[in-house]
Structures are given as C-alpha cells and as structure tokens.
C-alpha cells in the first residue's frame, strides 16, 4: 500500500547564467509492502541543480521506520538499512545519460530484497 498526499512539483530555468532547477514538495507518504516494515515520510522537499559548470542536488524529510524517528543523512546516495534485508537509499543522485552536466535526484528509493 502507497498513500501520498500533497504532491508539488516545480522547474525554474535561467538563462543567464545557464541554471536548471527541479524541486518537490510531498506532505507525507506512507508506504507497506509485504516483507518490510511500515515507512512514514513527512515533510520531504528532494531539489535538483544543474548549470554549465556541475549539479548539486539534496533531499530533506522527516523518516519513520516501524513508527520509530530515523535521523536521515545528508550525503548523496546514503543506504539505510531495513528489517527483512530491504533498504533505502535517500538522496539517491545519478548523472543523467548523454549530458554534460545533469543529475536525476530520487529523495527516497526502497529497496527490497528478492
């Protein structure tokens, strides 16, 4: 089971001086799946950066695991672990294919095993 609430994506582009950026807003988002405890995330903003020179990009939220606060790390593709051999990648960056200088940000990717 998957419930969002309050989904606000947002693009601004510049031409001078050559800057993209992608932002999203989620309220919360709650996620069960078979096998893994139950996820609660608040308050994410996930933001992308891209400009001639390089890309940044950062993710923040609040993270419940199993009802239980998780401090969630800052730095790019950070890996917590999960009960039952799953996990979840938050800040998740990757280049994009056939760019210079480009960055696809995925604030939270879970895993699961299998």
Known sequence: ?????????????S?????ITSTVHVDDVHVGLPGLPVIDIAGLTAT???TCTGTSGSATMTLKIAGVQVTVPTQPN????LAGGGRIVVN??????????GLAETAVHIVQPG
Not at 15 to 19: D, E, N, R, S
Not at 78 to 81: A, D
């Open 1 to 13: 089971m998957l419930n969002a609430r309050a989904l606000c994506p947002q693009v601004t582009t």
């Open 78 to 81: 950070s890996t917590i672990p």
């Open 15 to 19: 031409l001078k001086p050559g800057t």
């Open 48 to 50: 992308s950066t891209s």
């Open 92 to 101: 998740e960056q990757k280049p994009v294919p056939g760019s210079d200088f």
